[in-house]
């Protein structure tokens, strides 16, 4: 188990290069006892030729037995110890779509949803609108004034947007208006403890939601709000202080460049498929040390309950496993922030496979023929807490100088 | 995982005997893909048999991905944790040579250099002058008197000299003087730190290296010195107060001495090659429970980059396994403090092989047939951390009770 500060220590520069590739959610599991799991029943001939050729492993991104969410998964990959460092909704929502936070700052997800007329929530997600219709609906809303505070409210994706209240004498410490259920009213917001920051906070939001509610009112779907994950910027200590390395992130969704950005990753507008991942890629290959490659759809199959659906978006990554070698990475991680087992239909707490790919500095491990849970069981990496990878990586990248004379 | 404190409450008297033999530099890599590491392709018929009879496993001396240098690999075999237990170069090389620090003393490594007419340094190590003109040049400038302190300077090996300084409001924060490349000057000493010690320190070195350099500034190759690696004694509980036992260090190599000496293991001198070792085992069998056995040469071929002499510094060591054996050991364990794989011609963060032979207390693992890192991945004892080797050597030589009722 290593530590930001004896990392930053021994961090050395290199010209290596290194690509954290995350299949979010890879890990899974089989369908019938003793079965393959997803990754198992994948046909993946090039990942299981690196696999030969480097180590495996299983990395609990949280702790043994947790369930990670989106957030504190990647954290941990990321080498922060996700117990430590919590990052709120509103946060990863606001730096996912290049927000710039500031420490005056509070954050939280919003949600447009449908009420009746008795102001009863009918759809917590106003029929899931469009992001286009979600944008349309928070230029309703976004001139929207109150005293001492600077508002910002941008529209995310689909029917959910951030609010940012920026201003002196904040506080997150807020309950979230959501009830979590339709027939139910959205909730007041109420200070969670006694500062007086909370209590001006609530009474602000309050007023804010008041006058939302009355400027959308006659809007269909959407036409009314609910927010929660309040949550501030957490200053984490960025990728170039800790590690010496300029890092870049390559990825479609909002959140996961959020948390990529809050560790001092670069952000690339305009991906919105593997093909633009792979462009992106190549394009800026010499401009950065290390990339995070983030893969959406393998959680997304796996949360939609379809096996075999999973298993074709691990092929379809399988298939441009190529085209990164072509680049020639001196190190190349393949491996997920948590598992999402179709048969569970959710993240889950099993360990998740590592491919670690660096040949030239890796011992060789005739047990493993391919990628797989089973396979990884016997990796040369064993099983290891995700607060170990990237001294891993940054040791492979000859970028880690030697701890004591 | 286990600490120092839970060793003591356990630690038990008994008559067992237990060899540690320590190849220093032991783990490897393949030269090619999938080909052997040295301690692979090196012929060990008798490591290979207590391989079968014992348990292997693989050892992080540090952490998982953290390159150990000796210092700290060491005091990891030893059960010290090192991240916890810094050592400086100063202490190690003070204690090397069999000086006993006190808790008043600031200890230097210093090193013999060559400087042109100017002062610029050409040449950081004054040619690698031998131990036996590094005696004459301490000669010249062991008597230098400097007011309130007792100065103690000793030749060490090869151009290296060790300054101690003893007296009392001395501090070792102090920068060092090489500027680690030629074309360049020695450094003044400067403060630290803001206390009034680190400066009466740093005044009275500066004093020091000022006659120094005028009572050598005539002689060749060395004419210079430069100042590193300041460091007090750092206390340690020993041996004897933690694990009950009476450990004696066959150590050739004044580092690795001075490391055992400051975890309270005897020293013994005059001890040149294995023969030497050998016969020092022998002769004090029955005055020891414990005998760390350091063999340097298996290190030293790595950092050649000679993969063919390391195999052959591990063979020399394999041969003289039965006449250890003849003494009777009750457990032997065979590891290194860090691998030095000839193919990085420097230390490295690859895990440590271990061979842990206690056959009266070991379960059968029938899938291990040889010592080798691939071997030791399969091995009985996993991959764990050097905090829980001592515990696992008291625990086989029946010296530590049962924790609890």
Same mark, same amino acid.
């Given at each position: 188990?290593?530590?930001?500060?004896?990392?930053?220590?021994?961090?050395?520069?290199?010209?290596?290069?290194?690509?954290?590739?995350?299949?979010?959610?890879?890990?899974?599991?089989?369908?019938?006892?003793?079965?393959?799991?997803?990754?198992?029943?994948?046909?993946?001939?090039?990942?299981? @030729?690196?696999?030969?050729?480097?180590?495996?492993?299983?990395?609990?991104?949280?702790?043994?037995?947790?369930?990670?969410?989106?957030?504190?998964?990647?954290?941990?990959?990321?080498?922060?110890?996700?117990?430590?460092?919590?990052?709120?909704?509103?946060?990863?929502?606001?730096?996912?779509?290049?927000?710039?936070?500031?420490?005056?700052?509070?954050?939280?997800?919003?949600?447009?949803?449908?009420?009746?007329?008795?102001?009863?929530?009918?759809?917590?997600?106003?029929?899931?609108?469009?992001?286009?219709?979600?944008?349309?609906?928070?230029?309703?809303?976004?001139?929207?004034?109150?005293?001492?505070?600077?508002?910002?409210?941008?529209?995310? @994706?689909?029917?959910?947007?951030?609010?940012?209240?920026?201003?002196?004498?904040?506080?997150?410490?807020?309950?979230?208006?959501?009830?979590?259920?339709?027939?139910?009213?959205?909730?007041?917001?109420?200070?969670?403890?006694?500062?007086?920051?909370?209590?001006?906070?609530?009474?602000?939001?309050?007023?804010?939601?008041?006058?939302?509610?009355?400027?959308?009112?006659?809007?269909?779907?959407?036409?009314?709000?609910?927010?929660?994950?309040?949550?501030?910027?957490?200053?984490?200590?960025?990728?170039?202080?800790?590690?010496?390395?300029?890092?870049?992130?390559?990825?479609?969704?909002?959140?996961?460049?959020?948390?990529?950005?809050?560790?001092?990753?670069?952000?690339?507008?305009?991906?919105?498929?593997?093909?633009?991942?792979?462009?992106?890629?190549?394009?800026?290959?010499?401009?950065?040390? !290390?990339?995070?490659?983030?893969?959406?759809?393998?959680?997304?199959?796996?949360?939609?309950?379809? !096996?075999?659906?999973?298993?074709?978006?691990?092929?379809?990554?399988?298939?441009?496993?190529?085209?990164?070698?072509?680049?020639?990475?001196?190190?190349?991680?393949?491996?997920?922030?948590?598992?999402?087992?179709?048969?569970?239909?959710?993240?889950?707490?099993?360990?998740?496979?590592?491919?670690?790919?660096?040949?030239?500095?890796?011992?060789?491990?005739?047990?493993?023929?391919?990628?797989?849970?089973?396979?990884?069981?016997?990796?040369?990496?064993?099983? !290891?807490?995700?607060?170990?990878?990237?001294?891993?990586?940054?040791?492979?990248?000859? @970028?880690?100088?030697?701890?004591?004379?």
């Amino acid at each position: 188990m290593t530590d930001l500060n004896l990392m930053r220590s021994l961090a050395q520069s290199n010209n290596t290069k290194i690509v954290l590739l995350v299949m979010d959610g890879l890990g899974g599991l089989p369908r019938e006892l003793c079965g393959p799991t997803e990754l198992e029943s994948a046909f993946t001939p090039n990942l299981d @030729r690196l696999a030969r050729e480097g180590m495996l492993g299983l990395m609990h991104t949280v702790g043994i037995g947790i369930t990670p969410g989106s957030g504190p998964g990647h954290l941990g990959l990321f080498g922060y110890d996700p117990l430590k460092y919590m990052i709120g909704r509103g946060v990863l929502e606001a730096v996912g779509i290049g927000e710039k936070l500031t420490d005056k700052d509070v954050a939280a997800r919003g949600n447009f949803c449908t009420v009746d007329t008795d102001g009863t929530i009918t759809d917590r997600r106003a029929g899931r609108i469009s992001t286009e219709e979600c944008a349309k609906m928070v230029a309703l809303i976004d001139d929207i004034t109150l005293p001492d505070v600077e508002l910002i409210v941008k529209p995310v @994706r689909d029917y959910r947007f951030v609010l940012i209240l920026r201003g002196a004498g904040l506080s997150p410490a807020l309950n979230e208006t959501d009830p979590q259920k339709t027939g139910l009213k959205p909730l007041l917001v109420v200070p969670q403890d006694k500062s007086p920051e909370a209590k001006h906070t609530a009474t602000l939001v309050n007023q804010w939601v008041l006058e939302v509610a009355d400027r959308i009112k006659d809007q269909r779907p959407a036409n009314m709000v609910t927010l929660r994950g309040w949550a501030r910027e957490p200053g984490l200590p960025g990728y170039e202080d800790i590690f010496k390395l300029k890092a870049l992130a390559i990825a479609v969704y909002p959140m996961y460049k959020g948390l990529a950005s809050l560790v001092g990753m670069q952000l690339i507008d305009g991906i919105n498929n593997l093909e633009d991942q792979l462009e992106a890629l190549r394009r800026n290959w010499d401009s950065f040390d !290390f990339f995070f490659f983030h893969y959406k759809y393998t959680d997304s199959r796996g949360e939609d309950g379809d !096996f075999d659906a999973k298993v074709r978006e691990i092929e379809k990554v399988d298939q441009i496993i190529p085209r990164v070698l072509e680049l020639n990475p001196d190190v190349l991680v393949v491996t997920g922030d948590h598992s999402t087992p179709a048969v569970l239909k959710s993240h889950s707490w099993h360990p998740v496979p590592v491919l670690f790919w660096a040949p030239r500095f890796t011992r060789c491990n005739p047990d493993v023929t391919g990628f797989g849970e089973s396979q990884c069981l016997r990796g040369a990496l064993g099983q !290891f807490n995700a607060a170990s990878l990237m001294s891993l990586i940054t040791a492979h990248a000859l @970028r880690q100088g030697k701890y004591g004379a």
